[in-house]
């Protein structure tokens, strides 16, 4: 049976943009919880230049459903022009943690 979660991605350029959304999505109820990691390197191909970058990682729990409307609001509200919002399937987890999720994301 295909799983009703996923792990969304998106790195942050500072940690009061992470902190924003963060708490944007948390309030719309689109993500039971999100993790800002601190302290990553990007390094990547940006219009020709090799770019390395500090940045913050937002690790955004959620449902498939809410995958859409969690793109939308964090590239409405993302500083860069193309930000990265990667979603992989959450396979496997605690019973109870995967039912606190539905519980989380159910008031949507």
Same mark, same amino acid.
């Given at each position: 049976?295909?799983?009703?979660?996923?792990?969304?991605?998106?790195?942050? !350029?500072?940690?009061?943009?992470?902190?924003?959304?963060?708490?944007?999505?948390?309030?719309?109820?689109?993500?039971?919880?999100?993790?800002?990691? !601190?302290?990553?390197?990007?390094?990547?191909?940006? /219009?020709?230049?090799?770019?390395?970058?500090?940045?913050?990682?937002?690790?955004?729990?959620?449902?498939? /459903?809410?995958?859409?409307?969690? /793109?939308?609001?964090?590239?409405?509200?993302?500083?860069? /022009?193309?930000?990265?919002?990667?979603?992989?399937?959450?396979?496997?987890?605690?019973?109870?943690?995967?039912?606190?999720?539905?519980?989380?994301?159910?008031?949507?």
């Amino acid at each position: 049976m295909p799983s009703a979660f996923e792990l969304i991605l998106c790195t942050c !350029p500072d940690k009061d943009t992470a902190k924003k959304l963060a708490h944007l999505l948390i309030s719309k109820n689109l993500a039971a919880c999100v993790n800002i990691l !601190p302290g990553i390197i990007s390094v990547y191909s940006w /219009e020709g230049q090799i770019e390395s970058v500090s940045e913050y990682l937002l690790l955004i729990k959620s449902s498939k /459903e809410n995958y859409s409307a969690i /793109e939308i609001t964090l590239f409405k509200h993302h500083p860069y /022009e193309i930000p990265e919002i990667i979603a992989l399937p959450i396979d496997h987890g605690l019973p109870e943690y995967l039912d606190w999720m539905t519980t989380c994301l159910s008031t949507n």
